[in-house]
């Protein structure tokens, strides 16, 4: 979170980015398959929420911190049917004598952990409202704690299904992993059945406005975190009249997002090489003294660009990485997903790729390995089973030679990563029939503006969505950070820090045209 306004505002930034990144990212599953969904009891369940003391650290030790199970329809067309298990958390506001409501907060993914954002960085997102709010996360439903989508009916065989999994590069390599694709969708579907079909975006906005009138809010103050925008834009179009403030930093494309997994994944893809030159670049400025890649008798450029020829023809040792192996070209692309995210890291990025460049790839290996684990892999799987029932594929998964050239022409670096890990499964016969999928219109009018936050340079959600949906949406602010960081927050900008408590507690928002400027730059 930016500096300006916490203390603990570099932890914030670098654990929201973990949330917010969908590839690469661990997602906890407290629940069993069986868990997915439980008959309901007659009768609708009271109003309120039963909170308690939270059981898991680090929220177990603090007073300050409250938890619930909050039961919701599977399906919002049949409210009496059958139930499912919402985790949801809130962290006290600091100032109660001046407790405006609650600020719902989502971290992005999709199907990143709102009470694990909450129970780590919850103190951050206090202050961003000035002390006045209950701040609230909750795993939205398919996720983590709340009736989770399941794919395999034991960690042992989950392990052994991804076992040694890698980007696929070559004609041979992508063939053998779309037919694991299939594979994956078929045990997705045996093992969660019904539940694939209710956890849209449009599902889980519903939801979100059932726990607002729990909490007892008349409308609602939400911030929305990357895919979490798509939350809230869709929320902002259902219930327009039920917006009291929303905040919205590191914007999804709705119409792209809701017309085909194809049109998602190339806007996704589309930024992140523009980000890449920026880094090489402000690395070329900052010199060998604070950049590991310059200098070398070679610019920055042609220095990574060896690099990433010399991978293409043959793997890199990584005789340090743990175990150790070998860094291939299709690792080298997976680890440049985290860093472009977190500018502050740039650094050690940089001295990662300089040592990769210099024969040892031994820390970018270690860097792709936590996203091709099988929990990144859960994570990634997670993410995909979300978006595929918001836009299903256009394409069969059979045709990725023609899709993935289509995405990596769009994007260099990611387009072959987010393409194989969110398109194809989504292209596989995903066993889903989703039918409560809002895709617009998208110009619903709020009381108060919503307040678009972007960066310039951001990898994730490209700049000029949030430039979109400022016109598109019916009543909306652009706040731009003249900077890099996915979201925002990833580089401190006092500016930033002040407009959006100005927004959150006194409902002010900025001037149209707004540009905020960091308040440090990587590499100084």
């Not at 809701?258 to 900052?286: M, P, R, Y």
């Not at 210099?358 to 270690?366: F, H, P, V, W």
């Not at 960066?455 to 900077?483: C, H, S």
Request: net charge positive; hydrophobic share 40%.
């Amino acid at each position: 979170m930016a500096r300006g306004i916490a203390n603990g505002s570099h932890l914030l930034r670098i654990r929201a980015a973990s949330a917010i990144a969908v590839v690469g990212l661990i997602a906890v599953s407290l629940s069993t398959p069986s868990a997915a969904a439980t008959t309901a009891r007659p009768g609708r369940p009271k109003p309120g929420i039963a909170w308690t003391r939270c059981t898991e650290p680090p929220a177990a030790r603090s007073n300050q911190f409250q938890c619930a199970k909050v039961p919701v329809p599977l399906d919002w067309a049949k409210p009496n049917g059958t139930k499912i298990e919402l985790a949801v958390i809130r962290r006290l506001a600091s100032r109660p004598q001046q407790r405006i409501g609650s600020m719902f907060v989502n971290p992005g993914g999709p199907g990143q952990s709102g009470y694990e954002l909450v129970a780590n960085s919850g103190q951050d997102f206090d202050e961003w409202g000035g002390g006045r709010f209950d701040v609230v996360g909750w795993d939205p439903r398919g996720t983590n704690r709340s009736s989770p989508v399941e794919c395999f009916t034991s960690q042992a065989a989950e392990d052994r299904f991804w076992a040694g999994v890698f980007v696929p590069i070559t004609p041979a390599e992508s063939a053998s992993y779309q037919r694991k694709t299939v594979e994956l969708a078929r045990r997705c579907g045996e093992v969660s059945g019904a539940l694939l079909s209710h956890i849209t975006t449009t599902d889980t906005a519903r939801d979100l406005d059932a726990l607002r009138a729990l909490v007892g809010d008349r409308k609602i103050t939400y911030v929305g975190l990357s895919y979490g925008s798509m939350i809230g834009q869709i929320y902002a179009n259902l219930f327009p009249g039920r917006v009291r403030a929303m905040m919205l930093d590191g914007i999804v494309d709705a119409v792209d997002y809701t017309t085909s997994a194809e049109a998602n994944l190339g806007n996704s893809v589309s930024s992140a090489d523009e980000v890449f030159a920026q880094f090489l670049a402000l690395c070329q400025s900052a010199g060998p003294g604070r950049c590991a890649l310059a200098g070398h008798g070679q610019t920055v450029a042609q220095r990574v660009a060896g690099l990433f020829a010399r991978a293409r023809r043959a793997p890199i040792p990584a005789p340090h990485a743990n175990p150790p192996g070998t860094l291939s070209y299709g690792d080298l692309l997976q680890s440049t997903f985290t860093p472009l995210r977190l500018p502050l890291t740039w650094p050690e990025f940089a001295a990662n790729l300089n040592a990769a460049a210099n024969g040892d790839g031994s820390a970018l290996k270690t860097e792709a390995r936590l996203s091709l684990s099988p929990q990144g892999m859960q994570a990634s799987t997670t993410s995909a089973a979300i978006s595929c029932g918001d836009a299903p594929a256009r394409l069969p998964s059979s045709a990725w030679p023609l899709a993935i050239r289509r995405f990596t022409n769009v994007g260099k670096l990611w387009g072959p990563v987010l393409g194989w890990s969110l398109w194809a499964p989504c292209a596989s016969n995903w066993p889903a029939h989703a039918t409560d999928r809002y895709t617009g219109p998208w110009n619903a009018k709020t009381k108060t503006p919503i307040l678009l936050v972007g960066a310039r340079y951001d990898p994730g959600t490209p700049y000029r969505n949030a430039q979109v949906a400022e016109r598109r949406l019916g009543n909306a602010v652009l706040l731009t950070l003249d900077g890099w960081g996915h979201p925002s927050y990833q580089v401190p900008s006092t500016c930033i820090d002040r407009a959006r408590v100005r927004y959150l507690v006194k409902l002010i928002p900025p001037r149209p045209g707004t540009h905020c400027q960091p308040d440090e730059v990587p590499f100084h």
